[in-house]
Nanobody, 124 residues
Framework: QVQLVESGGGLVQPGGSLRLSCATS????????IGWFRQAPGMEREGISC????????MYAGSVKGRFTISKDNAKNTVYLQMNSLEPEDTGIYYC?????????????????WGQGIQVTVSS
């Protein structure tokens, strides 16, 4: 069965960096788009980054473009989200997710499978 397990969250100061990991099993990267979503306190969940199956092209929300990078390690079945120059507005619960059809960015949120989420807090 499909499993997605996030790790690497925590508390970081503004301007700092974190790398989130999403350990996956039960499916092939060839068959699914892979995305990272976040839900800030009191806000709707939004898609912030996505890597398309096939050519591996990547997309980012405007709020994180240039600061966040999505990548994957096929040998480890793991997806990463490198987050640099973090801001308090980046605080929230971060989820990895996969979908066979969509690679959503923004408030259109859909996925076939979700991880359980992990907290990221950016604060001094």
């Amino acid at each position: 069965q499909v499993q997605l397990v996030e790790s690497g969250g925590g508390l970081v100061q503004p301007g700092g960096s974190l790398r989130l990991s999403c350990a996956t099993s039960g499916f092939s990267f060839d068959d699914y788009n892979i995305g990272w979503f976040r839900q800030a306190p009191g806000m709707e969940r939004e898609g912030i980054s996505c890597m398309q199956k096939g050519d591996g092209s990547t997309m980012y929300a405007g709020s994180v473009k240039g600061r966040f990078t999505i990548s994957k390690d096929n040998a480890k079945n793991t997806v990463y989200l490198q987050m640099n120059s973090l801001e308090p507005e980046d605080t929230g619960i971060y989820y990895c997710a996969i979908d066979q059809v969509s690679c959503p960015i923004g408030t259109y949120v859909t996925a076939d499978y979700w991880g359980q989420g992990i907290q990221v807090t950016v604060s001094s």
